[in-house]
């Protein structure tokens, strides 16, 4: 055992192995349902734009690729559920899954878009596909329901036993089984080879084909799991609430998205439920205050936390813990 | 192992004794959950609405039937549907609110009606303006306008008045499109033609090519619907450069175009637009000249001129007051609504009555020129349409 | 018809030099700096209200407003460089996205907390209103007026950056910024001045654009995929290229709305992806 200078964490080999953090953090919205239970529509609600989040960091922490139309995929997938389910499927598992799929798809083929240029070009891509599929929706107002809204959108019981309720029960419970199901599958990849190779992407793109790693097929890939992700956590915003507003395509909620993530820490795959945790509880808990003020406040701490805490809430705790415990 | 097994009863425990309601409350309030957008874009539309509705309780009193009138605000800072049921929800399920109201935007209010036919809460839209919203709940009522009902008349003065030929400019969204089906639908029921049609995109800051094509074609008049706000005065700006104006184009459109909140900042090239809306702040009759004195008694000036959302707050309240008096305070949402069906009185904008069928309102259209008064700009009335239904439904 | 072709591509000109006007000083700071500024906009936006409150509030004629405007908006770019910009140079893309997106809130914020919400009033003098009648077209005045003025500043923008010598600093250190060090250049002072200059085109941008754009809190925010439309298509390395964007995407987006007007909001979004697609680094971009 060698002895350590204060402040340096021992650097780990990547492993599977579920921390006892981790159990701990899974364990939180198992007991915030019984001790907030007028909270449960919120908690859905932040679950599930935490998957949403998660599946930005697949891309952006993990893959460095800065994306500003994501939502283009959430609302993709919440479209798709809604539309099934409005026009006479009601069973809402298979929803989920064909949402995902013809989210997975359009991933697929903007890829192809993604992987080529600069920041500033894969920006303005992933922001004019997102503009442009709002665009769409709207133009196709008579099955989307534009800006109104798609409505009507009755689910059936989940397994024929459990409706969903005004209490928001239901929709919290399906919500984090979803979630946490998906979230373990994403944890598998993401600490796997694979999920390594994005990192070496990230860091030194120009260098990964010297070990023989083909940057834009990974690049792809995981563009599509990503959007496959997004579209999962649309269906079941869609699903949950009976509604889909054309706002599930905006700009606005992918800026929001990003800045959730970024809160939350990137590339630490639970920076996105952290920030969105955070975010979302805030922004309820701010709003009967003036909401000019809410506006000031997140500019403040994005310049704050680009300018002083590089890595978000995650990165400080990571930060904080490695001067506590330098022999961990 | 010990320790979290008496955290988890603890945890549990408290969750038990956290469930007993605060029922105590709503025996002295009656609370009124408004949900609207407070910040952003659209501000000003929830602005407006609680504007009208304090100034309704600064002149009655925020007591009726022997209990205080409480109003619970909720921000959805824009269109956001499921932020806007998620707060209808925490409304009824744990601030326990008697009423909901406000719903500036369409999609918030669609999205709340499952939840009051679940509840059984009255909720009355104050501004929300798509026809087929009353349907989707009985449990909803409208006091504000629907788009079809101040669209249609606007068509009929032009018809009365000589307009055969109209070309008509709208944005592509769903209330430009409603206005101009509308528009359209009784344009050419009365004998008209429609000249040409152009639907602008929802984020469009230049103008010049749609006025371009009206120019070209050549009509008696452009009926135009348009967002409250830069594209209402991009548009005429874009109307009166280039020479529309001179070569004896009519600008028409519905009131919406020349909001009242916003009419100082379009400035002098509305003059000589006639529109057809429901409620001009110029309206001259008791009950407004009260409501703009209680307007401007309960708010301080950041919050601007008041406008036809600001009228529908006001009569909000007054719904409200009525039901809670018809009732004596005990607000059961079935009673609430057979109340509220058939509810005639006089309104700042004019005599109004919520139709028994439909819940929606029903009220007289008002033909209006933008013109001088007092040295500000003002939509004047000159002629009016009784009684008009929504003929959405 | 030609009568109506050379009018829509007047209107297509006028529009896209407004955009560049207004773009062109983020071209100038992402070529230079390779910072991306989201919030180019919110420098547009103060040199518009700076316009506006002249006007209303201290009766200064138009015109005499916008070299304000450009002076102030180039005061606080200069300002915000030294602060904080200046410590982002080395940042990665990601970070200077999100630090300009929160600089942008809080400018929204400041600005509604001062000026309200609602559109600004704006009213041209009469002798830039109405249209002119030239070989049987009407043409805008303020239209001419516009691209008369960045005509103009094209042409001093060039002259600045070939003829003098602070125009040759910018282009050392945009080229190879540790060399110019090397060769005595203070390249702390050329960001400096650029990004000033940047700013304060964007602010003159912003005071022009006031009749044709409109003035509300959320200025910044609503123009932004314009700017960065431009910037991202026609490249950083040059004035050329934005230019040649701008009117590109100008008479397109125009033409588009007035030939048909049932796609004419997914032009110009669709032109700049197909562009980006075939030229990665913008028209005249550095190729890889």
Known sequence: MTTEAAGTARPRLPNDRWRALEVAFWLLPVIAFFVFPSYRVLGSQILITGLFAVSLDLILGYAGIVSLGHAAFFGIGAYTAGLLAVHGWHEPLSGLVAATVVASVAGYLVSFLVVRGGDLTRLMVTLGIGLMLWEAANKAHAITGGVDGLSGVTIAKILGVWGFDIGGRTAYIYALVVVFVVFVVLRRLVHSPFGLSLRGIREGGKRMPAIGAPVATRLRAIFTVAAAVAGLAGALLAQTTQFVGIDTLGFPRSADLLIMLVLGGTGRLYGGLVGAAIFMIAQDYLSGIDPVYWQFWIGFFLVVIVLFAHGGILGGLETLRARWRPSS | MKAIHSLLATLIAAATIQAAPAALAQDTTIKVGVIAAFSGPFADYGGQIEAGMKAYMKEHGDTVAGKKVELVTRDTKGPAPEVAKRLAQELITRDKVQFLAGFGLTPNAMAVAPVVSEAKVPMVISNAATSSITTKSPYITRVSMTIPQVSAPMAQWALKNGIKQVYTVVADYGPGIDAETQFTKTFKAGGGEIAGSVRTPLQNPDFSAAVQRVKDAKPQAVFVFLPAGEQGIAFVKGFNERGLAQAGIKLIATGDVTDDHVLAAMGDDTLGMITSFHYSAAHSSPENTAFLKAYAAANDAKVGAPNFMAAAGYDTMHVIYEVAKKLDGNIDGDKAMAAIKGMRWTSPRGPVMIDPETRDITQTVYIRKVEKKDGKLANVEFDKIPDVKDPGK | ?288
Not at chain 3, 171 to 185: C, E, K, M, P, Q
Not at chain 3, 211 to 227: C, I, N
């Open chain 3, 1 to 288: 018809m030609i009568g109506n072709v050379v009018g829509v591509l007047f209107d297509g000109l006028a529009y896209g030099s407004l955009l560049f006007i207004i773009a062109v000083g983020l071209a100038v700071t992402l070529g230079l700096m390779n910072f991306v500024n989201l919030a180019h906009g919110a420098f547009a936006m103060v040199g518009g209200y700076v316009s506006v409150v002249l006007m209303s509030r201290a009766g200064v004629p138009f015109l005499a407003t916008l070299p304000v405007a450009f002076v102030v908006a180039a005061l606080v770019g200069f300002v915000l460089e030294r602060a904080l910009y200046q410590r982002l140079y080395n940042a990665n893309h990601l970070d200077q996205v999100l630090f300009s997106i929160g600089i942008v809130f809080m400018a929204i914020a400041v600005t509604t907390y001062f000026f309200g919400a609602s559109q600004q009033p704006v009213s041209l003098p009469d002798y830039l209103r109405g249209q002119v009648h030239f070989l049987g077209i009407d043409f805008g005045v303020y239209r001419i007026f516009l691209i008369v003025v960045v005509a103009a500043l094209t042409i001093a923008l060039q002259y600045l950056l070939e003829r003098t010598r602070f125009g040759s600093q910018v282009r050392a250190s945009v080229d190879n910024a540790t060399a110019a060090a090397g060769l005595g250049i203070n390249v702390n002072r050329v960001f400096a001045l650029t990004f000033a200059l940047g700013s304060g085109l964007a602010g003159l941008g912003g005071g022009l654009g006031i009749d044709v754009l409109g003035l509300d809190p959320t200025f910044p925010l609503k123009y932004m995929v314009y700017f960065l439309l431009v910037v991202s298509v026609g490249g950083s390395r040059t004035i050329k290229g934005p230019l040649i964007a701008a009117l590109i995407l100008g008479v397109f987006d125009v033409a588009g709305k007035y030939y048909v007007p049932q796609i004419g909001g997914f032009v110009i979004y669709a032109l700049m992806v197909v562009l980006l697609i075939f030229f990665p680094a913008g028209l005249y971009g550095r190729r890889a």
